[in-house]
C-alpha cells in the first residue's frame, strides 16, 4: 500500500527558532498534500492543502507567516513553523493524496510531536 | 456547521462486549466517502474502512462492522466481541467529491473506546 513518512517523528526547540517538518510519499506521486493539527485529546484540524508547484491553501485562522509549506516535488512537502511558541505545540500529521480520480482517500503520514520549550 | 458528529466522546466496555461508535455526516453533495479511523495512543492513524455514498451495502470484516444509512445519514461502526488491543480513538471522517476543494477531509471529535480486561 501507499507509505507516507514524516521527519522528524518528534522534536523539541526552544521559543523562537524555526522547526522544518517534512513528509514524503514513499511510493507513488502525490500530487496533493495536507497537513493537519491535532491537539491532546482533540480531532484532527486541517491547516492547508497543497499541491505541488503550486502555492498552498490555507484553512480560515491559520497564519500563512506562521506555518510555511512548500510541496517542490511529487514526493515531498515540508511544513515549517516560523518562531515556535508554546502555544504551537502540537501533533502534526500529514497526508497525502496521488491522482484526483482516486478513491478520495489520503494516506496519512506517522505524526510528528512538536513541543516547544 | 459541522460535518461529521461522533457524539459519544468516550465509550467503556469489558473485554468481550460488542460496542458501536456512532458517525452521523451532513453534506449536500451527492457523491462523497465516509471513512474510519483508528488512532492508538502511539498516535498514527490506521486505515479501517472507504465507503462511497453510492455503495450502501453494509460490510464485515472480522469483528469489524459498519452499517451505513443514507436515509439517516449515519455510518456506524461496530466491533464485535470487544479486545483490550481495541482501546483506540475512532475518528469517523468525510469526504466530498469537490474538486473546487481538493477533496479534503472532514473528521469527526473522535470517539475514545476504552476495552476493560
Known amino acids: 500500500g501507499a507509505v507516507v513518512s514524516q521527519h522528524p517523528s518528534w522534536v523539541i526547540c526552544k521559543s523562537g527558532t524555526s522547526v522544518k517538518i517534512e513528509c514524503r510519499s514513499l511510493?507513488?506521486?502525490?500530487?496533493?498534500m495536507f497537513w493537519y493539527r491535532q491537539f491532546p485529546k482533540k480531532s484532527l484540524m486541517l491547516m492547508a492543502t497543497?499541491?505541488?508547484?503550486?502555492?498552498?491553501?490555507?484553512e480560515q485562522g491559520v497564519e500563512k507567516d506562521k506555518f510555511l509549506i512548500n510541496h517542490a516535488s511529487l514526493t515531498l512537502s515540508t511544513l515549517t513553523v516560523t518562531s515556535a511558541h508554546p502555544e504551537d505545540s502540537s501533533f502534526y500529521i500529514c497526508?497525502?493524496?496521488?491522482?484526483?480520480?482516486?478513491?478520495?482517500?489520503?494516506?496519512f503520514g506517522p505524526g510528528t510531536r512538536l513541543t516547544v520549550l | 456547521a459541522q460535518k461529521v458528529t461522533q457524539a459519544q466522546t468516550e465509550i467503556s466496555v469489558v473485554e468481550k462486549e460488542d460496542v458501536t461508535l456512532d458517525c452521523v455526516y451532513e453534506t449536500r453533495d451527492t457523491t462523497y466517502y465516509l471513512f474510519w479511523y483508528k488512532q492508538p495512543p502511539s498516535g498514527e492513524l490506521v486505515f479501517l474502512i472507504r465507503?462511497?455514498?453510492?455503495?450502501?451495502q453494509n460490510e464485515i470484516s472480522g469483528r469489524y462492522s459498519w452499517n451505513f444509512q443514507k436515509s439517516t445519514s449515519s455510518f456506524n461502526f461496530t466491533i464485535t466481541a470487544s479486545q483490550v488491543v481495541d482501546s483506540a480513538v475512532y475518528f469517523c471522517a468525510l469526504s466530498e467529491f469537490s474538486r473546487d476543494n481538493f477533496n479534503k477531509f472532514y473528521f469527526g471529535s473522535g470517539t475514545k473506546l476504552n476495552v476493560k480486561p
Open positions: 465507503r462511497n455514498s453510492f455503495d450502501e
Open positions: 511510493d507513488f506521486q502525490a500530487t496533493t
Open positions: 497526508s497525502a493524496r496521488d491522482t484526483p480520480t482516486s478513491n478520495n482517500e489520503q494516506f
Open positions: 497543497s499541491n505541488e508547484g503550486s502555492k498552498a491553501t490555507y
